[in-house]
């Protein structure tokens, strides 16, 4: 009898208590002051300076793409990164609620401590009544910044079609002209004179299309092996291009007195790297890696210079030891 006496006492317990709920905790006490109400002005003065940090963002792209001219792009990333400051100041300024302490705040190294941080971040949110626009006005303003920061590195080299790198518009029979279009003669090239030449019919600003010629005396050529005929009446080609770092080969050192003054030579005025026209371009000072390519040359019947083939070697500067491992 006791033992059914217990059972029944514990089912009327729990009958009665199954239709209590439990008495709701009371909400804690704000961290931050209540007076500061929200800004929806401050929060669209903030949208407008991320909208606008990402349009100069952007024409930095479109600038670099077209002109390149470097005063609008410094123009347009310093607008693009002022804009982002300014709307950092007036988020920290009109969105962030203020509050001074007396004391230093304490290191949250407890847990209260951290929950009442945690609060506090909660409650900072909770004054904003734009949180989505906000949102992916500062996620465009971050993404077009950062398109901003990595478009410079494609002046490093193409990435994906390599194969322009490799591109020449030098063919035999094609002739050399000079910057105006005019086809230059084999009589125009002079000695101690430095001529610069173009494909003819062909797009100028291609990596392997400028050249430079002179004429050497022909029994100073010292040529590679094959070489022979390259180098008519003693007038020799280079690329233009340094193999250092694809700056013009523009300066061309003759001597002017033979017992004491250094060889003729082809000067890159940059970082100085010098190249031998009558070896076949190679390497006599200065940073380059490699030698000057050389293109052959022939006189056609009228007289004109034209290309007997292709360069020695790939025409530009020594990212070609790296394509060519």
Not at 170 to 199: I, K, N, Q
Not at 224 to 234: H, S, V
Request: glycine share 10%.
């Amino acid at each position: 009898m006791r033992s059914l006496g217990r059972w029944l006492l514990a089912g009327l317990v729990l009958l009665l208590g199954r239709g209590r709920r439990p008495r709701a905790l009371p909400p804690p006490e704000p961290v931050l002051p209540t007076s500061p109400p929200s800004s929806p002005r401050g929060e669209l003065l903030v949208v407008a300076l991320l909208l606008l940090a990402a349009a100069a963002a952007v024409a930095f792209v479109v600038v670099y793409a077209g002109s390149a001219d470097t005063q609008l792009l410094g123009l347009t990333l310093g607008a693009a990164l002022a804009c982002v400051a300014a709307a950092f100041v007036v988020a920290g300024k009109r969105l962030v609620p203020q509050q001074e302490e007396a004391e230093p705040y304490p290191e949250p190294a407890h847990q209260p401590e951290q929950e009442e941080i945690a609060r506090m971040v909660e409650e900072s949110g909770s004054r904003l009544t734009r949180r989505r626009l906000l949102a992916v006005s500062a996620g465009g303003a971050g993404t077009a910044l950062a398109a901003a920061v990595v478009t410079p590195l494609a002046s490093l080299g193409p990435v994906l079609d390599t194969g322009r790198l490799k591109r020449s518009p030098w063919r035999r029979g094609r002739r050399l002209v000079d910057a105006d279009g005019a086809p230059l003669r084999a009589a125009d090239v002079l000695e101690r004179s430095l001529f610069s030449a173009f494909p003819e019919g062909a797009d100028r600003d291609g990596l392997a299309s400028p050249i430079v010629v002179v004429r050497l005396d022909p029994d100073d050529l010292e040529l590679p092996d094959g070489r022979d005929r390259w180098a008519p009446e003693g007038i020799v080609a280079y690329s233009k291009i340094c193999t250092h770092a694809a700056c013009a080969v523009s300066l061309y050192r003759t001597p002017l007195n033979e017992p004491t003054a250094p060889q003729p030579a082809l000067v890159c005025p940059c970082h100085f790297s010098t190249f031998d026209p009558a070896g076949g371009g190679t390497v006599l000072f200065g940073p380059a890696g490699r030698d000057l390519p050389q293109l052959p040359l022939e006189i056609d019947d009228e007289g004109y210079l034209v290309a007997g083939g292709d360069f020695s070697g790939p025409a530009g500067p020594s990212w070609w030891g790296v394509r060519r491992k």
